[in-house]
């Protein structure tokens, strides 16, 4: 049919085909048929057609290129529409033989006379990059060029296409960011989006914490002042009194402005509070809470409670960020405490993270409304939901003192529930409350050991038998008991009661052997046989280290102590706990996870770069005239494409990582706590067991290199709170050896330390950026002797330019809380052809992030970025020959 | 952006796919049917799923999966959002958004589709500006294409696109220039066992049916703006004039929207039009329980209360009822456990009452908790809230419109636990 003369015809086989498509189903060998309709004149054959094509040129790439000549013609049409369209699905094709077309294309449209063709470029724009990576440069050209449009229409587009292919340039917005600021309320909602997500992370690099004064003074404070006007005029008063107040404080400290910028940003996103799109107000609630002062904040609540009347997926969305907020911020959204309560007919998610908000917003004066609340959703049908309930119950108890022995009496009168899971998730949270303060709870105990009997649930026998071994002084009648019964069913049950089991007989055994020596004997050599190892391993050891025999060692004596230790309470805190790390509102924050292409939002400066605000124009910077004015303000960030200025790819990652994995150890932490004290022990051991592996490892190296030196501090997150004692101890004995062994201040003059050919050197400065300066460094795996914590980078200039530079030194340095810098001393003089040496010491605090400092001479300054890679971060220490054997062993 | 887009009806099939981006397999939505599988009902599965190399993102309307694949950081709201437009672009396009409508439309759906993302990225989202580029398939129309041959794509290129106000079109034309405004409330409650609200607020809409010729610049005043505590505008509302005059000043676009959304603080006293007066219980022994329910009139404003509901999710147990309505009829679906009592208009002399004995199961246990009642309810000529419109200004076009205000007020999410 695609063959015919008749338009109707071809349309039908067209439609065919799509439905085919659409279903999923392989097309692709009508291809050389289709592709000849390509310059049929019938539109909605030639749409169809598009569409097939688009779908299978990827397969057909030989094929596909015979359409492409249609295309070029489209692309001079006098109509707007039609040119558009064409560099539509050109882009679209992915065959790369076709890149230079397309980046022909995309340039020529990028300066047409319609704004709807320049929107088009600039959606083709991502996709010639994600078709061929090494156009960056040209297409970064062709989105600076765009970025300084001025029409509403290819703001949004355009943003997109910066955010998916050099989100890491900020530098190419300062001239942009007023103008954006101000079109933002007529572009359309998505790209809305785009831009404020964008604008959060401008802003966060280029302006101060409106908050730093307030949260120095009000640390720990828990309520926060926070304002709910509906009225706009009442609102800017509440500015200005507490700009006043604010003023008064700061007359002390120092003084802080909001930038002009700053405000303008803030004042033009309000408006869009009142978006009917759930992404645009998310956007600006999260810009909100980012950037504005924390007295403005809570304007974002009142649209954010709108949104939970929307559909149950954007409930879903919200209240996640909602449930963040309200840990940083609670006070802003407890005049809201009634838009959470729960109804019987929402989903079970959405009804979990409604218990989550209304936990983190009790406080004292309304816990005894949220506490009504709780008893009326206990009854409810929804068993998940009534599990997380009394989770709930348990984390405002701990939280809230006064209402802790309302809690427990009522958690208390659960466990002649009917239902198993209600018992068993009650008393697993009761076993918590009672580990604050056992000592007036003794009945509740006896009760819960009665209950042994009846309940199944492994989780909460364990829990019992639990906390019948940690105050079995507390119950000493009914502990042997327990056990016995214990014994008696031990091979039918599960092995996470199986293991408190063995960890009851132990503790019994320890505090009252003589009723209970026969029965711990039993049971562990019941454990002996176990089909599981871990419960074998673990009467094996609990075995030696209760049991007095002549080999035991030294261990056994200090059993009770190891058993009986005083256990911390667990602190029951929400899993929304450290999540503001992420920006709001994105994938990231609301998987807890990283995901592909996520930007980190940087922390504040501690300074404004004010060289860079004066580039930030206004309205009416030209576009054309652009280039040259380009040209000279990328001068000082550094090369294109080179991740240097302001870090922003690699930068943060190692740290979120850490603080995902310390969150979600601290949550499996306070699960795990059910079973004792016995896995922490032997959790220790398997983890010391790695340490040494690790060590073993770099010994292999250190002898390879004849260089004796000892990694303090392994890059990865530390995985267990128990490793860092044993670490300590070892880099403790070794600087005290290192002092021993007195180093010469030698060390800073340049000449101390020759590069060795087997380090690796990074680029700092290119000459050609650096007019002539060229500069490198490595890190020298010396030790820096000002100071042991820092690491030795050293740095080699070289003058490359016709002139001498006069005056090397490093000014402005930015870094991240906690780093230092031990800076190099200044050069005076760098002879044109000359190469110099200089040594810093950096104190990176065992993260990845970059230290960012500025490059001065006597005429020009650079910014530069130093990061150490994961390898680098070591501190170098001597140890005699003794000594290392003696680690060697150890 | 947004990669892929299936769409899967409630039994698993795929029955659509489009890809923006490279071809993703299908065999992605595996890990959707796994949580599916494990959230049992399908308003419980998780609507962001993370894979070994995508993000799945879901929403569920109509009985239908819309499954969208991700590949890079993006809003998840972004994603949720835009595929509720594309729902409610298909329910504006063929009148109901559901798999059959979908298959047989597949075509007009899939040049939809294409029109509204580029790469990924929203394109066009208003529907004026896509029912420019594709037609809405009417029936008439249909008969007319197969007879002539022409076809649904409209064969001017769009121009609203391109114009600074998107959402209308030019060369607009009606003989009959009229422009109606309803004015919806919905009052979202709490009452818990003895009548007294634990949480109630009202949350109202206006949606405006405005067809007027040329580029009309209305302005819209009420009487009592105070009342209105948050707002959310149609893209076509001028903000600086409400922040300022509080009037909504607006070009609308051609046909039927909705203008703005509101919400009336719970500060203010809510008017609950109706009581409930119920006693469920279930009995220890005899595997059976009693029902008795009845309504009456509270604070109507002297309207009559119509088209009166109420849904009762009964707890699994209850396999039966035995019920007799006073007014209207009852029905008890036996597989999802719901007791539906359409009980029509409120006669405050003789009040609705239902009441009767409930069969168990043999042997299954008291269930803890009674069900709680989700009413329905309808008054008409009243706004709730006491909001009113006190005037409609139409500037820049000479001819003078029709103009109507209707108010309704409805129960929104009102709850009664028992």
Redesign the interface.
């Known amino acids: 049919m695609l063959d015919s003369n008749?338009?109707?015809l071809k349309?039908e086989a067209m439609?065919r085909i799509?439905?085919m498509?659409?279903?999923?189903k392989n097309a692709s060998d009508l291809f050389p048929a289709v592709v000849k309709n390509v310059a049929c004149k019938?539109?909605?054959v030639k749409?169809?057609v598009?569409?097939y094509l688009v779908?299978y040129a990827?397969e057909q790439q030989d094929l596909a290129l015979l359409s492409i000549s249609t295309f070029q013609r489209g692309l001079k049409d006098p109509?707007?529409?039609?040119r558009a369209s064409a560099l539509?699905v050109l882009?679209?094709i992915?065959v790369t033989i076709i890149v230079p077309i397309m980046m022909l294309a995309i340039k020529e449209a990028a300066s047409d006379m319609?704004?709807?063709v320049r929107k088009?470029a600039a959606?083709?724009i991502?996709?010639l990059y994600?078709l061929d990576p090494e156009q960056k440069d040209q297409l970064i050209e062709v989105i600076e060029k765009l970025l300084a449009d001025k029409t509403?229409?290819v703001a949004g587009?355009v943003v997109?296409a910066f955010e998916e292919v050099c989100p890491e340039r900020i530098d190419l917005i300062h001239k942009n960011y007023r103008k954006l600021c101000n079109l933002l309320?007529?572009v359309?909602?998505?790209g809305q989006?785009v831009i404020i997500?964008m604008l959060t992370r401008y802003a966060r690099t280029q302006f101060l914490n409106p908050n730093i004064n307030e949260s120095l003074l009000e640390e720990g404070g828990g309520g926060e002042k926070t304002f709910y006007g509906?009225d706009?005029e009442e609102d800017e008063d509440e500015e200005e009194k507490e700009k006043k107040a604010e003023a008064a404080v700061m007359a002390k400290r120092k003084p802080y402005v909001m930038d002009p910028d700053h405000r303008l940003l803030l004042r033009n996103t309000k408006?869009l509070l009142?978006?009917?799109?759930?992404?645009v107000?998310?956007?600006v609630a999260q810009l909100y809470f980012h950037l504005a002062p924390k007295a403005e904040v809570g304007v974002i609540a009142?649209?954010l409670?709108?949104l939970l009347?929307s559909?149950?997926?954007?409930q879903?969305?919200?209240l996640q960020n909602v449930a963040t907020m309200t840990i940083k911020r609670r006070g802003m959204f407890e005049p809201y405490l009634?838009?959470f309560?729960i109804?019987?007919?929402d989903?079970?998610?959405i009804k979990v993270l409604k218990l989550e908000v209304l936990t983190n917003l009790a406080n004292e004066t309304n816990i005894s409304t949220i506490l009504r609340?709780f008893q009326?959703y206990i009854?409810?049908?929804d068993k998940d939901f009534v599990a997380a309930t009394i989770q709930a119950i348990g984390r405002c108890a701990t939280n809230i003192g006064e209402v802790r022995d309302t809690c427990l009496n009522g958690l208390v009168q659960l466990l002649s529930?009917?239902?198993e899971l209600v018992v068993a998730e009650s008393v697993v949270v009761i076993k918590k409350l009672l580990q604050m303060q056992p000592e007036k709870h003794s009945d509740i105990i006896k009760h819960m050991a009665k209950l042994t009997d009846n309940i199944q649930v492994p989780m909460a026998r364990a829990s019992i038998l639990w906390l019948i071994g940690e105050y079995c002084e507390h119950v000493p009648k009914i502990a042997p008991d327990v056990l016995r019964k214990m014994a008696k069913s031990f091979t039918n049950e599960e092995d996470i009661v199986k293991l408190q089991i063995i960890n009851l007989a132990a503790k019994l055994y320890l505090t009252n052997s003589k009723q209970t020596k026969l029965l711990t004997q039993y049971v562990l050599n019941l454990a002996k046989y176990d089909q599981n190892y871990d419960i074998r391993d673990r009467a094996r050891f609990i075995r030696q280290l209760i049991v007095p025999t002549e080999k035991s060692g030294a261990l056994s004596k200090y059993a009770k102590k190891l058993f009986l230790a005083l256990k911390p309470a667990p602190v029951l805190e929400s899993p929304f706990k450290d999540r503001d790390h992420f920006q709001l509102?994105?994938?990231?924050h609301?998987?807890n996870?990283k995901?592909?292409?996520?930007?980190e939002l940087p922390d504040w400066p501690e300074a404004a770069p004010d060289p860079l605000r004066a580039q930030r124009g206004g309205e009416g910077v030209c576009a054309c005239s652009g280039n040259s004015n380009i040209q000279r303000h990328r001068g000082p960030l550094g090369s294109p494409g080179a991740p240097k200025d302001g870090g922003e790819q690699g930068l943060l990652l190692p740290q979120s990582k850490s603080d995902s994995a310390s969150g979600s150890e601290s949550a499996s932490g306070s699960e795990e706590s059910g079973s004792g004290s016995e896995s922490e022990e032997s959790e220790e051991g398997s983890e010391s067991e790695e340490e040494e592996e690790e060590e073993e490892e770099e010994k292999d190296k250190k002898k390879k290199k004849k260089e004796i030196k000892k990694p303090v501090q392994e890059i990865e997150p530390a995985p267990s709170p128990q490793v860092t004692p044993v670490n300590t101890f070892l880099s403790n004995s070794l600087v005290t050896d290192l002092e021993g062994l007195s180093l010469s201040d030698s060390v800073l003059s340049p000449a101390a330390i020759a590069p060795s050919s087997a380090l690796k050197n990074y680029e700092l400065l290119h000459r050609i950026t650096g007019e002539g300066l060229s500069v490198e460094y490595c890190f020298s795996r010396q030790p820096f002797s000002p100071d042991g914590n820092m690491v030795a980078v050293q740095m080699q200039f070289t003058n490359n330019a016709t002139s001498d530079t006069k005056n090397l030194h490093m000014e402005d340095v930015k870094l991240q809380s906690g780093m230092r810098v031990k800076e190099f001393p200044e050069i005076e003089l760098l002879p044109a052809g000359e190469t110099a040496t200089a040594v810093m010491g950096i104190d990176f605090c065992d993260s990845t992030q970059a230290a960012n400092f500025q490059l001065c001479t006597h005429t020009r300054k650079f910014f530069v970025s130093i990061q150490p890679p994961v390898g680098e971060l070591m501190r170098p220490v001597f140890l005699t020959e003794n000594e290392f054997k003696k680690e060697q062993g150890a | 952006?947004i990669h892929s887009l299936f769409l899967i009806n409630h039994t698993g099939d795929?029955?659509?796919?489009?890809?923006w981006?490279?071809?993703i397999s299908?065999s992605v939505c595996d890990y959707f049917f796994e949580a599916k599988e494990k959230a049992v009902?399908p308003?419980?599965v998780?609507?962001?799923l993370?894979t070994p190399h995508h993000?799945l993102i879901?929403?569920?309307?109509g009985k239908l999966f819309f499954l969208s694949v991700?590949?890079?950081?993006?809003?998840?709201?972004?994603v949720?959002?835009?595929l509720?437009r594309v729902a409610d672009t298909f329910q504006d396009y063929f009148g109901e958004c559901s798999e059959v409508i979908i298959k047989d439309n597949?075509?007009t759906?899939?040049?939809l589709l294409?029109e509204m993302l580029?790469?990924g990225?929203?394109?066009a989202?208003e529907s004026n500006v896509l029912k420019e580029m594709i037609r809405p398939p009417t029936i008439l129309r249909s008969v007319v294409n197969t007879l002539t041959?022409s076809?649904?794509?409209?064969?001017t290129?769009?121009t609203g696109?391109?114009s600074?106000i998107?959402w209308r079109r030019a060369g607009v034309k009606y003989t009959n220039n009229e422009a109606y405004f309803d004015v919806i409330e919905e009052i979202?409650a709490?009452l818990?066992k003895s009548g007294t609200t634990?949480?109630a607020?009202i949350?109202g809409v206006i949606e405006a049916c405005v067809r007027l010729t040329g580029m009309p610049d209305l302005t819209l005043s009420f009487m009592n703006p105070r009342l209105l505590?948050?707002?959310?505008?149609?893209?076509c509302v001028r903000?600086?004039r409400w922040?300022s005059e509080r009037v909504l000043s607006f070009i609308p676009p051609d046909g039927n929207f909705?203008l703005m959304?509101y919400?009336v603080?719970?500060q203010n006293l809510v008017a609950i039009p109706v009581y409930v007066k119920q006693n469920i219980s279930f009995f220890e022994t005899g595997n059976c329980g009693r029902l008795d329910i009845t309504i009456g009139p509270k604070q109507t404003m002297g309207k009559t209360v119509e088209g009166l509901m109420v849904t009762v999710?009964m707890?699994?147990a209850v396999l039966s009822t035995n019920l007799t309505a006073s007014q209207g009829n009852y029905t008890y679906d036996l597989a999802t456990k719901v007791l539906v009592w359409d009980v029509g208009k409120l006669n405050p002399q003789k009040l609705p009452n239902l009441r009767g004995s409930l069969s168990m199961q043999a042997g299954a246990?008291k269930?803890?908790?009674n069900?709680?009642l989700?009413i329905d309810l309808k008054i008409q000529q009243l706004a709730i809230s006491g909001l009113k419109v006190s005037r409609l200004d139409m500037y820049g076009e000479k001819y003078k419109p029709f103009k109507g205000v209707k108010y309704v007020t409805k129960a929104g999410?009102f709850?009664v636990?028992t």
Not at chain 2, 229 to 235: E, I, M
């Open positions: 008749k338009d109707s349309l439609k799509v439905a498509i659409a279903r999923g019938n539109i909605e749409k169809l598009y569409v779908r990827e109509n707007q529409l039609i539509r882009s679209s992915r319609s704004p709807y088009t959606h083709a991502p996709k994600s509403t229409l587009s997109m309320i007529d359309e909602e998505w989006v997500n509906s706009e408006p009142q978006s009917r799109n759930a992404a107000v998310m956007a009142k649209a409670v709108r009347r559909h149950s997926e954007v879903y969305v919200v009634k838009s309560y109804r019987s007919t989903p079970t998610q609340e009326t009854k409810s049908m529930n009917r239902d509102g994105s994938l990231s609301l998987l996870a995901a592909g292409g996520y930007q | 952006m795929i029955f659509l796919e489009k890809h981006k490279s071809v299908r009902d308003e419980n998780p609507p962001v993370q993000y879901t929403i569920y309307r991700i590949q890079t950081e993006v809003p998840p709201l972004f949720i959002e835009f509720h597949v075509v759906v899939y040049e294409e580029d790469n990225f929203p394109l989202t041959g076809s649904n794509v409209g064969d290129l769009p696109q391109l600074n998107p979202d709490i818990d634990v949480f607020e949350q505590d948050d707002v959310s505008f149609h893209p903000f600086k922040e909705t959304t919400h603080s719970s999710h707890p699994k246990p269930p803890e908790e069900p709680s989700n999410k709850q636990r």
